[in-house]
T-cell receptor, first 114, second 114 residues
Framework: SAVISQKPSRDICQRGTSLTIQCQVD?????MFWYRQQPGQSLTLIAT?????????ESGFVIDKFPISRPNLTFSTLTVSNMSPEDSSIYLC???????????FGPGTRLTVT | DAKTTQPNSMESNEEEPVHLPCNHS???????IHWYRQLPSQGPEYVIH???SNVNNRMASLAIAEDRKSSTLILHRATLRDAAVYYC???????????????FGKGTLLTVNP
């Protein structure tokens, strides 16, 4: 299994600013994923982050808006840049364990942009 | 990605069995059927997965149709804690990288009545 923590758990930010969300895993994992869940909606994959390589972004998401770092096998950050109210969402990080069967999710970061 | 279809919502009574259906008529031979659930204010959690045969674990059972075009998640005795959104997801079991990502649909909101 994997235990994932995220910081901050929630934040209220002004439009035009940026917020960096941290994701810490209690074990080394190869693949990490960042998801967004807009209010009342399902989860949408933003990008896949592997250690030592550039993140792979899904259609509709770009690196300039959502830069991701993956400095080691237990940690990743997602930055939401130049925020607008439409970025108000819950952001979740997720990992596979080595078995690549079960995917574990963090508790999420609830972001409100005013 | 192969698509799944689930009812938007279902209701059950506590301690009664619950059968959550999922249609996936375009499933490919290498797609595994995964179920996740998302409890209120939490990240999703893995429930069960299968390929062709029915599967049981401590949380639930997964019944897969012989033609694999549909499946049913069975909660044998629903509890109030089982109230959640249940997601049926197809995931390619071949290869790595992007094949491991989960694509979430809208899921089924399960309400459990005391």
């Amino acid at each position: 299994s994997a235990v994932i923590s995220q910081k901050p758990s929630r934040d209220i930010c002004q439009r035009g600013t940026s917020l960096t969300i941290q994701c810490q895993v209690d074990s080394q994992v190869t693949m990490m994923f960042w998801y967004r869940q807009q209010p009342g909606q399902s989860l949408t994959l933003i990008a896949t982050a592997n250690q030592g390589s550039e993140a792979t972004y899904e259609s509709g998401f770009v690196i300039d808006k959502f830069p991701i770092s993956r400095p080691n096998l237990t940690f990743s950050t997602l930055t939401v840049s130049n925020m607008s109210p439409e970025d108000s969402s819950i952001y979740l990080c997720s990992v596979f364990t080595d078995s690549f069967v079960e995917q574990y999710f963090g508790p999420g970061t609830r972001l409100t942009v005013t | 990605d192969a698509k799944t279809t689930q009812p938007n919502s279902m209701e059950s009574n506590e301690e009664e069995p619950v059968h959550l259906p999922c249609n996936h008529s375009t499933i490919s031979g290498t797609d595994y059927i995964h179920w996740y659930r998302q409890l209120p204010s939490q990240g999703p959690e893995y429930v069960i997965h299968g390929l062709t045969s029915n599967v049981n674990n401590r949380m639930a059972s997964l019944a897969i149709a012989e033609d694999r075009k549909s499946s049913t998640l069975i909660l044998h005795r629903a509890t109030l804690r089982d109230a959640a959104v249940y997601y049926c997801i197809l995931r390619d079991g071949v290869g790595g990288g992007s094949n491991y990502k989960l694509t979430f649909g809208k899921g089924t909101l399960l309400t459990v009545n005391p």
